[in-house]
């Protein structure tokens, strides 16, 4: 549970400043360097972990519905014979006897899981959608001070801010459900100042094109584990500056000189529950999506999110007594749970009993 408390996530209700909120409050004081020290958001269909980097900035992409594999009929038509022999062994204590003829009869068909190994194969796996990577340029090249990146429970929303020769930059990420977008806005205090790069990518199976002169298509489909393509996806997406331009250049889009950009994803798959594959076009699905999304502006789709959002996690709360004197939350998260206990710091039970309840 330390491994995935330290995660950040941040808060987006007040911009200009930090929240100190003991009970909903996590926060780390650099980007991530792995996976598991990522911000984990998403609404129960899309997934975003954002890794929090000044130069290169890494939203890993999840879509739950992305798995390769298909349907296949595994079954030992003959297993039921073996059971009343292994009731037997069984009943006279030679386990190893039994399980032997259980692991002859009751191992599914075929290649099954190939040893752990199931995304090549028709038992298929869960797939990662893939990354949206920015690479930002600065006019100041000296390091990024003042760094932060937290978590806001209570709106599930991730603010990172650091300084950079004299500029504030912050960034805001959520997942709406109601909206079924990933978005993500980038600000700075001074104009001009958002110089970056936008590319999106996959392990492998993937082509990424450019839609016009602010989006950015990815797709291809997951193999089926027998002859051919399996499920398919697409996500999409797009970019939308105030000031500045926006320019697609080589399979990327790239901002030049903005005061506010703001980035929508969406994605889809024809995976269709209970063994049926959908045929309808994934590139149009995750384009509806999109359509409806950006007729909203930022602060439109961060209301919408943490009211759906707040429905749920406001159902419960739970108070201990805090008998600190000093505010435990103005160190980062991992200080915290380092220096402290939950003798001592009881408002830490109640960050992991919140952290817990929306995951």
């Known amino acids: 549970m330390k491994t995935f408390i330290i995660i950040a996530f941040g808060v987006v209700c007040s911009l200009s400043s930090f929240a100190f909120s003991p009970d909903t409050t996590i926060w780390?004081?650099?980007?991530?360097?792995?996976?598991?020290?990522?911000?984990?958001?998403?609404?129960?269909r899309l997934g975003a972990m954002d890794f929090g980097g000044v130069e290169d900035e890494r939203v890993a992409?999840?879509?739950?519905?992305?798995?390769?594999?298909?349907?296949?009929?595994?079954?030992?038509?003959?297993?039921?014979?073996?059971?009343?022999?292994?009731?037997?062994?069984?009943?006279e204590g030679k386990n190893v006897e039994a399980e032997k003829l259980v692991n002859r009869?009751?191992?599914?068909?075929?290649?099954?899981?190939?040893?752990?190994?199931?995304?090549?194969?028709?038992?298929?796996?869960y797939?990662?959608?893939?990354?949206l990577w920015l690479k930002f340029t600065y006019a100041d090249t000296n390091a990024a001070t003042d760094y932060r990146r937290e978590l806001d429970l209570a709106t599930a929303t991730e603010h990172s801010e650091f300084s950079r020769g004299g500029v504030k930059f912050a960034r805001d990420i959520f997942v709406s459900a109601p909206d079924q977008v990933i978005?993500?806005?980038?600000t700075a205090d001074k104009p001009g100042q958002l110089?970056?790069?936008?590319?999106?990518?996959?392990?492998?199976?993937?082509?990424?094109?450019?839609?016009g002169n602010n989006e950015l298509l990815m797709s291809g489909a997951m193999t089926n584990g027998a002859d051919g393509e399996g499920?398919?996806?697409?996500?999409?997406?797009r970019v939308l500056n105030t000031g500045g331009k926006v320019v697609v250049v080589d399979g990327k889009i790239s901002v030049n000189?903005?005061?506010e950009v703001v980035l929508l994803i969406t994605a889809a798959t024809d995976y269709e529950r209970f063994a049926k594959m959908s045929r309808r076009d994934v590139a149009a699905a995750a384009e509806k999506d999109l359509d409806v999304a950006v007729k909203k502006d930022f602060s439109m789709l961060l209301s919408a999110h943490i009211a759906d959002y707040q429905s749920f996690f406001n159902r419960v709360k739970l108070e201990l007594p805090d008998i600190q004197t000093r505010n435990p939350a103005i160190r980062p998260t991992p200080e915290r749970i380092a220096a402290t206990n939950l003798v001592n710091d009881p408002s830490l039970a109640v960050l992991y009993f919140n952290l817990a309840g929306i995951c």
């Open 28 to 44: 780390l004081a650099k980007p991530a360097r792995s996976f598991i020290e990522s911000t984990p958001l998403g609404n129960g």
């Open 195 to 211: 110089d970056f790069d936008a590319a999106l990518d996959r392990p492998e199976r993937f082509k990424t094109e450019a839609v």
């Open 183 to 186: 978005v993500m806005r980038l």
């Open 127 to 131: 797939e990662v959608l893939g990354d």
């Open 105 to 125: 009869n009751f191992t599914c068909d075929g290649r099954g899981s190939a040893n752990g190994h199931p995304g090549e194969v028709p038992y298929g796996s």
């Open 257 to 259: 000189g903005a005061d």
């Open 61 to 91: 992409l999840n879509e739950d519905s992305l798995w390769s594999g298909s349907v296949q009929n595994a079954d030992r038509t003959n297993a039921a014979a073996a059971l009343p022999e292994i009731r037997r062994l069984l009943l």
């Open 231 to 237: 499920v398919k996806y697409a996500a999409r997406l």
